[in-house]
T-cell receptor, first 115, second 117 residues
């Protein structure tokens, strides 16, 4: 069965600095997709970025980038130039082929951006 | 686009009462998911539907929970009878499904915060 591990329950970063949120996954499948979601204090889940297992380049979306290291089975989220509004919970998730659209989520990392 | 719509946003009920949560997915999305989020257990997938058919309900905690999707634009999650340990935020999400395509993210509704006293 697939598993997502986020080992950092909480992280602090100063405004305008970059921060990396860790995510490792475990699957024997060769074809899978990796996702990051943001959950601010208001509670909604916001999709941030996607990386496919066969994608040769790391995904980027504005200030978000995904540091994908397939051999290490890691998919770390990098947020550049942190803003106060980035303070939130961040969840890593994985989808396998053959499972329709089912996502498996990690336990999340709470990021706090400070002045 | 209206996004995924959930109602009610907040529900407070007494133990033993029936609770019905409602979800309207994004038009054109043929996969629908119900999640539960608690501090202790994180985000758990309860059940998901593809083309209105339940695909995997292994996450449903027990027989007190049931979910239906009578048509492509509506789903319900029912708890009967409710218990205090059911208190959580319940999310509905929808996604397009294309065979073999992993790319499509799930779009989440705002959630229903359920409190059972």
């Amino acid at each position: 069965a697939q598993k997502i591990t986020q080992t950092q329950p909480g992280m602090f970063v100063q405004e305008k600095e970059a921060v990396t949120l860790d995510c490792t996954y475990d699957t024997s499948d060769q074809s899978y997709g990796l996702f990051w979601y943001k959950q601010p204090s208001s509670g909604e889940m916001i999709f941030l970025i996607y990386q496919g297992s066969y994608d040769e380049q790391n995904a980027t979306e504005g200030r978000y980038s995904l540091n994908f290291q397939k051999a290490r089975k890691s998919a770390n989220l990098v947020i550049s130039a942190s803003q106060l509004g980035d303070s939130a919970m961040y969840f890593c998730a994985m989808r396998l082929t053959g499972t329709a659209s089912k996502l498996t989520f990690g336990t999340g990392t709470r990021l706090q951006v400070t002045l | 686009d209206a996004g995924v719509i959930q109602s009610p946003r907040h529900e407070v009920t007494e133990m033993g009462q029936e609770v019905t949560l409602r979800c309207k997915p994004i038009s054109g999305h043929n996969s629908l998911f119900w999640y539960r989020q608690t501090m202790m257990r994180g985000l758990e997938l309860l059940i998901y539907f593809n083309n209105n058919v339940p695909i995997d309900d292994s996450g449903m905690p027990e027989d007190r929970f049931s979910a239906k999707m009578p048509n492509a634009s509506f789903s319900t999650l029912k708890i009967q009878p409710s218990e205090p340990r059911d208190s959580a935020v319940y999310f509905c999400a929808s996604s397009p499904t294309f065979r073999g395509v992993l790319r499509y993210e799930q779009y989440f509704g705002p959630g229903t915060r359920l409190t059972v006293t």
